[in-house]
T-cell receptor, first 117, second 110 residues
Framework: DAGVIQSPRHEVTEMGQEVTLRCKPISGHNSLFWYRQTMMRGLELLIYFNNNVPIDDSGMPEDRFSAKMPNASFSTLKIQPSEPRDSAVYFC???????????????FGPGTRLTVL | KQEVTQIPAALSVPEGENLVLNCSFTDSAIYNLQWFRQDPGKGLTSLLLIQSSQREQTSGRLNASLDKSSGRSTLYIAASQPGDSATYLCAVDVNSKLTFGKGITLSVRP
């Protein structure tokens, strides 16, 4: 299996622009997670989906952030408009957890390093 | 709110040493605890997962223990090697939501 795939790997954009990050989870995994990693705050969960349904988005920082999972093999995280403080590494992860709340090993993608100028 | 602490933030040891990495958490109502490894510029690799009902898990030279009542976990690395140099993060799972510590950056000197 190719593992969790994220694109792009690096993104540099200017403040105010729209940014879309993409994730393909491991085939057969039922849960998908978006995380953000910064030096100051470490790794933080933004949102997670189970069976394509958003279960908990309490970590999404504000309305500028949105996430979708239109099918079991694809998810997007969108920032509109982007701001310099959004600069971070964004990770996508997936797990086999078949029901919401069931803990299972999470497998992480390589991340997208976002720089907002 | 769950808080996860890993101290120290960095550790440097000579090759061959056995070492223990510590992790503490404030709320014992967890589903499981996971240890991850992160290499510079890379994603996280899961090392061990301990269910809340378990006391320890082993994989090769790694052994992780969990004491839920005291809010502590340790990752034991036997006979450390330069290839073990990385950042090690622990995370507690509550309803599939992982809360991470800041990690311990380990450097194993040849």
């Amino acid at each position: 299996d190719a593992g969790v795939i994220q694109s792009p790997r690096h993104e540099v954009t200017e403040m105010g622009q729209e940014v879309t990050l993409r994730c393909k989870p491991i085939s057969g995994h039922n849960s998908l997670f978006w995380y953000r990693q910064t030096m100051m705050r470490g790794l933080e969960l933004l949102i997670y989906f189970n069976n394509n349904v958003p279960i908990d988005d309490s970590g999404m920082p504000e309305d500028r952030f949105s996430a979708k999972m239109p099918n079991a093999s694809f998810s997007t995280l969108k920032i509109q408009p982007s701001e310099p403080r959004d600069s971070a590494v964004y990770f996508c992860a997936s797990s086999l957890a078949q029901i919401a709340g069931a803990g299972s090993t999470q497998y992480f993608g390589p991340g997208t390093r976002l720089t907002v100028l | 709110k769950q808080e996860v602490t890993q101290i120290p933030a960095a550790l440097s040891v000579p090759e061959g040493e056995n070492l223990v990495l510590n992790c503490s958490f404030t709320d014992s109502a967890i589903y499981n605890l996971q240890w991850f490894r992160q290499d510079p510029g890379k994603g996280l690799t899961s090392l061990l997962l301990i269910q809340s009902s378990q006391r320890e898990q082993t994989s090769g030279r790694l052994n992780a223990s969990l004491d839920k009542s005291s809010g502590r976990s340790t990752l034991y690395i036997a006979a450390s090697q330069p290839g073990d140099s990385a950042t090690y993060l622990c995370a507690v799972d509550v309803n599939s939501k992982l809360t991470f510590g800041k990690g311990i950056t380990l450097s194993v000197r040849p």
